[in-house]
């Protein structure tokens, strides 16, 4: 089953270094306005889809995630 993760972020510079950081690994990852329900210091926020439940301890294991929020 495809679960959706989406990521936030403290500043701007963090965002934006995980989404480099994503596509090197050819990681699809999406930026976007963080949803109402979550808040973030920066506004902006991560999207990944995958069916792949290490992709997030691998993830974790790089340093890649900041916070986490997850979302079915």
Do not use: W
């Not at 270094?17 to 920066?42: T, W």
């Amino acid at each position: 089953m495809t679960k959706e993760y989406i990521f936030t972020f403290d500043t701007i510079s963090q965002a934006l270094k995980f989404e480099k950081d994503l596509k090197k690994i050819n990681i699809d990852v999406k930026l976007m306005p963080v949803p109402r329900a979550l808040s973030s210091s920066c506004g902006t926020s991560a999207r990944v889809y995958s069916d792949d439940e290490e992709i997030i301890e691998n993830l974790n294991k790089l340093g890649l995630i900041y916070h986490e929020y997850f979302i079915m």
